[in-house]
């Protein structure tokens, strides 16, 4: 017996299996879409993530730079500093002339005796000045022939004089300067 089946199998397969094929290519389209765009935001996040690591490295290197900056400012102020240090040390060692020996008379000095007058010319020295006593004359003399700045010490005049009712001694010395005369042996011109 011949049988006859009126409705369409194949056309209602294919249709099915064409229906089939167009609903996994959908979720197939749409999976993938959701792994585009899911990489694209990960992508994306770690893209400003990193931006912002670059500007707060670079909001960092800005301030070392500054600091940076101020420690060679500091560096030179005390380069600078160190300079004149340097200079006045030397100037100290190098100290000499008539301030540093009225420094030196004025230490020597005892107290009731007044230099009134100080003369140097060439390695020659003059003092004038009025003391209580002329024992205060006397040591005054010891104490400057024993210095390192002068030698020679010698009285020239001593004399009593009046100043309001009170009687004092007035004096002369002369002397010579140890720094000014070239020691025996030693070449002219050279210390």
Not at 16 to 23: H, K, R
Not at 145 to 165: K, P, T
């Amino acid at each position: 017996m011949i049988r006859i089946n009126l409705l369409p199998v194949k056309g209602s397969k294919k249709k099915e299996s064409a229906i089939q094929q167009f609903v996994i290519a959908g979720i197939a389209v749409v999976a993938i879409a959701v792994i585009v765009v899911s990489l694209y935001v990960v992508k994306r996040v770690q893209v400003a993530a990193a931006k912002a690591d670059v500007a707060t490295a670079n909001n960092k290197i800005n301030e070392l730079k500054t600091k940076i900056g101020k420690l060679e400012e500091i560096k030179n102020l005390k380069e600078q500093v160190k300079k004149k240090l340097d200079v006045l040390t030397q100037l100290r060692k190098n100290k000499t002339g008539p301030a540093q020996r009225l420094v030196s008379l004025s230490d020597l000095t005892p107290e009731q005796l007044w230099l009134t007058n100080y003369t140097e010319s060439g390695q020659d020295v003059k003092l004038s000045g009025i003391a209580f006593t002329e024992e205060l004359i006397a040591q005054f003399m010891k104490v400057l022939e024993a210095s390192s700045d002068f030698m020679s010490v010698e009285l020239v005049v001593s004399e009593q004089i009046e100043v309001a009712g009170a009687k004092l001694k007035k004096f002369d010395i002369v002397m010579k300067l140890k720094s000014a005369i070239t020691p025996p042996g030693a070449a002219p011109g050279k210390k």
